[in-house]
């Protein structure tokens, strides 16, 4: 998304402070207090190894950052985050919940010293913090009836078809399906992922289109639909790939924290060790971000 103001991520993001002081299995969720995160001047990564404890933020957006009915703060990034910091010889991370346009502001404030929620990589906020290397890109995808009678795989075959559409109030799939030359008389608009699904499953329209990691958690959250996600793809619009790519997030200057934490990040991809944590939140070998994807070229709008 490092080339629209307003996307997903914006639209759908977490809210509420989470209160109080819970011990979780493999983490803990605290208020958004200071926390020692390490600022600038310190040394977060020595820190936290002589503690054996780092802070990081989430926003409680599933199934990227958020606390489970059990209590435990898991989802993509915290459970990433910490195989990566088990890695660095951090054996706990302990969970801050924010609302997620928050994140960033209490990062910079020393409230945690990694954002683990996902978040994308944009220009506007690679101007305020540091990323990491991609952690994930977010393909686009449809839902789509089992078995895809129509066989749509990308929006040119909803033209092509001429089929109605379901898109996501706010998300960029509405502008990507109209940039392609859907016609707005087949694009319906919902406020809600489980709008979509009903939307799909009551034939009012053949598919809805978001990515492809949103698309499999409503699968995976509803077993009994008689739907399936399509493989992942990336738009290309004028000849530009529409890239979507999330990230985790360092205080621009902990540059220490940041190139040990892309050093195991970047084992966890190459061994498959990524896909083995990630699956269960919906994540593919799809999810893993290509060679020429990097965090430089989003951060300057490529």
């Known amino acids: 998304m490092a080339n629209t103001g307003w996307t997903r991520r914006d639209f759908l993001k977490g809210s509420g402070v989470a209160a109080g002081a819970l011990v ?11 926390t020692g995160g390490g600022g600038a001047g310190g040394d977060p990564l020595a820190a936290a190894r002589s503690s054996g404890t780092i802070q990081a ?17 898991t ?8 195989a990566v910091f088990r890695n660095l010889g951090v054996n706990n991370v302990q ?5 997620f346009n928050q994140l960033i502001p209490a990062l910079n404030a020393g409230k945690f010293a990694v954002v683990a929620a996902g978040m994308f990589i944009t220009p506007e906020r690679c101007r305020n913090a540091a ?18 009678p129509e066989g749509v795989a990308t929006f040119e075959d909803v033209v092509r078809k001429k089929l109605n559409l379901a898109v996501l109030s706010g998300a960029v799939e509405k502008s990507y399906a ?24 009551d034939k009012r329209v053949y598919c809805a289109a978001l990515t492809n990691i949103s698309l499999n958690d409503v699968v995976r959250k509803s077993p009994g639909a008689p739907v399936e996600v399509t493989r992942g793809f990336t738009p290309v619009i004028n ?20 190139e040990a934490f892309n050093a195991e990040l970047t084992k ?7 896909v083995r944590i990630t699956e269960p939140f919906g994540f593919t070998q799809d999810n893993l971000p290509p060679a020429g994807v990097t965090t430089d070229t989003l951060c300057a709008g490529g």
Do not use: M
């Open 57 to 73: 933020g989430i926003a409680g957006e599933a199934p990227y950052g958020f606390t489970d009915q059990t209590g435990k703060v």
């Open 131 to 148: 990323f990491s290397v991609p952690d994930y890109v977010a393909p686009t995808a449809f839902l789509v009836p089992r078995g895809n």
């Open 178 to 201: 109209q940039r392609l030359g859907v016609p707005d008389s087949q694009v319906q608009v919902f406020d809600t992922q489980n709008a979509l699904l009903q939307a799909v499953t």
């Open 268 to 274: 966890l991809h190459n061994s498959g060790e990524w």
């Open 239 to 258: 000849g530009k790939a529409e890239v979507q790519a999330g990230a985790f997030v360092f205080r621009s200057a902990d540059a220490a924290l940041r």
């Open 75 to 82: 989802g993509e990034a915290p459970e990433v985050a910490r």
């Open 95 to 99: 969970a801050s919940q924010v609302d």
């Open 24 to 34: 979780l299995g493999g983490g803990v969720l605290t208020g958004c207090t200071r």
